[in-house]
């Protein structure tokens, strides 16, 4: 069993749209968790990151952890096309950083 | 890019030969990673180092050395590259004064044919 497992879509919405992520972990020791976007050919670039289980909220953009039942999301409300990138959750323990495959998204003007 | 570069972007090579990848930052963040990305498995940890000449390995580090003589440049080497090394290798740096956040590289891919 994977540490992270996020379901890699791909994922299709109109502009607009709510978007939802989801990642489910395993390991009770991880403490702080990250959402990175990730456009195609580029690297990873850090979109959000919380500690504690609760809501967290950027802009378009809140991220929910819930550590009782090892379950994060990502949501994204008035979804833009240039939002049109892969998705992925992290977590860490320590020094060593585990991350999901990545949700495919697309945002159809 | 968090003052991070990677070189080369691009490389191709054979089957059995040694390679090296470098990553080079420029704020003297004291953690630096590497990790390989492949579809199905995204982003999987190589090595990591936490100063100079200090490092540890990953959840996917055979067949891979790494080394930190300056605190700026941590470099990856596949001593007999394989085909199953094929992929795009990321680098990332920890600044840990900001908190428990990496920033990552461009990338470098890399095809073993």
């Known amino acids: 069993q994977k540490e992270v497992e996020q379901d890699p879509g791909p994922l299709s919405v109109p502009e607009g749209a709510i978007v939802s992520l989801n990642c489910t972990y395993s390991?009770?020791?991880?403490?702080?968790f990250m959402w990175y976007r990730q456009y195609s050919r580029k690297g990873p670039e850090l979109l959000m990151y919380t500690y504690s289980s609760g809501n967290k909220e950027d802009g378009r953009f809140t991220a929910q952890v819930d550590k009782s039942s090892k379950y994060i999301s990502l949501f994204i409300r008035d979804s833009q096309p240039s939002d049109s990138a892969t998705y992925l959750c992290a977590m860490n323990a320590g020094n060593q950083f585990y991350f999901g495959t990545g949700t495919s998204l697309t945002v159809i003007p | 890019d968090a003052g991070i570069t990677q070189s080369p972007r691009h490389k191709v090579t054979e089957t059995g030969t040694p390679v090296t990848l470098r990553c080079h930052q420029t704020?003297?963040?004291?953690?630096m990673y590497w990790y390989r990305q492949d579809p199905g498995h995204g982003l999987r940890l190589i090595h990591y180092?936490?100063?100079?000449?200090?490092?540890d390995k990953g959840e996917v580090s055979d067949g891979y050395s790494v080394s930190r003589s300056k605190t700026e440049d941590f470099l990856l080497t596949l001593e007999s590259a394989t085909s199953s090394q094929t992929s795009v290798y990321f680098c990332?740096?920890?600044?840990?004064?900001?908190?428990?956040?990496?920033?990552f590289g461009p990338g470098t891919r890399l095809t073993v044919l």
């Open positions: 990332a740096i920890r600044p840990t004064s900001l908190g428990n956040e990496q920033f």
């Open positions: 180092s936490y100063g100079v000449k200090d490092t």
């Open positions: 704020e003297n963040h004291r953690y």
């Open positions: 390991n009770s020791a991880f403490q702080y």
